[in-house]
């Protein structure tokens, strides 16, 4: 008889990197409720307070929407049994600019998390001046690396030009496409897609790094913490991939409130955000989550990844003038697997 549990997801084994989206905005939800039980006082008449948190659908890269979804309430609904808390958490998933920016500007939601491209399409001053950040290894910041094999004569990013090349499908990693478009860009090369051959995206970062590693695709983008992970899982993957270029620090996906909610709610988040790891509950949380901390940071942290966007958009649109395809965002030749 076929087993019928196998082909239902497994949310409590530990976080692996395809699944690190939903994991992380679990995280979120989760974060919300331990904080508020341990911080907020009852309400006087027992009622239970609505924060609503938004999630662009781009944060699920590589999971099944529906099966996120459902994660998601189970998650929270689970907290509030467990911990008898007087904040409801609702999540919806929103699809596209115009969705986020209908829910954000008409207070259909109160808080939400979505990739620094998206930010920039709403505009900062529809959100909060403060925003949480997961940190690992001390950092809120992402580097992207391009790698290819020790053996190739590449010794420069410009060298791609021809050449076949795989991004990795993520949202931390996703202002690696738009980097990597404006350093061909700036070498007069054209975007990523009219560089290199052949361009894919792969959702897990073995399909990104192990065939290049074995020469069946010339080229990957991958974040440093991600290449790091392969080296430690094989060190002959460090030896066999040299690195031919490397971004500056960029903090890709950002979690903020509306910029016109406020109230004790969200000031007993962002006050005692930090503080997650004080707890016993906390710390099976971020350890089950593969995070060290959130912290609260200023929205300026996002300065650098606004700028790289608004030189590529710039850049884009020169290169429409004189005849070459014109794109806001990069577009993969073909289309890879679904954090």
Same mark, same amino acid.
């Given at each position: ?78 907290? @509030? /049994? ?7 958490? #609702?999540?919806?998933? +929103?699809? *596209?600019?115009?969705?986020?920016? !209908? =829910?954000?500007?008409?207070? @259909? /939601? ?7 491209? #998206?930010?920039?399409? +709403?505009? *900062?001053?529809?959100?909060?001046? !403060? =925003? ?208």
């Amino acid at each position: 008889m076929r087993n019928r549990s196998a082909n239902k997801t497994d949310w409590r084994r530990p976080c692996g990197v395809g699944r690190w989206s939903v994991y992380a905005l679990l995280l979120v939800v989760a974060a919300c409720q331990i904080l508020l039980h341990a911080y907020e006082a009852p309400a006087v008449d027992n009622s239970n307070t609505v924060l609503r948190l938004g999630f662009s659908s781009s944060m699920f890269a590589g999971v099944n929407e529906n099966d996120a979804k459902a994660a998601l309430k189970i998650w929270a609904q689970a907290l @509030l /049994l467990e911990h008898n808390v007087a904040v409801i958490a #609702e999540s919806q998933v +929103l699809n *596209g600019n115009d969705e986020i920016a !209908n =829910a954000v500007r008409n207070k @259909l /939601l109160d808080a939400i998390s979505l990739t620094a491209e #998206e930010y920039r399409a +709403l505009g *900062g001053e529809w959100m909060s001046t !403060n =925003a949480i950040l997961g940190v690992n290894e001390g950092l809120i910041t992402q580097e992207y690396l391009v790698l290819v094999h020790a053996d190739s004569h590449m010794e420069r990013i410009e060298d791609l030009k021809g050449h076949s090349l795989v991004f990795f499908q993520n949202p931390t990693a996703s202002l690696a496409p738009v980097w990597l478009d404006t350093q061909l860009l700036n070498s007069g090369l054209g975007q990523t897609r009219q560089a290199c051959i052949r361009v894919t995206q792969g959702a897990k970062l073995s399909q990104v790094v192990l065939p290049v590693f074995f020469r069946q695709i010339d080229a990957c983008v991958v974040t440093r913490r991600g290449f790091k992970t392969m080296v430690e899982l094989n060190p002959q993957v460090g030896q066999r991939l040299k690195i031919l270029g490397t971004s500056p620090p960029l903090v890709p996906v950002v979690f903020v409130f509306r910029a016109d909610y406020s109230g004790r709610v969200r000031d007993r988040i962002l006050t005692n955000i930090n503080r997650m790891h004080a707890t016993v509950a906390s710390q099976q949380v971020l350890t089950l989550f593969q995070c060290e901390n959130l912290e609260v940071h200023s929205v300026s942290c996002l300065v650098p990844a606004l700028e790289l966007l608004a030189t590529h958009a710039r850049l884009c649109e020169r290169t429409s003038q004189i005849g070459l395809s014109h794109t806001n965002s990069p577009i993969f030749n073909t289309k890879g697997g679904g954090l």
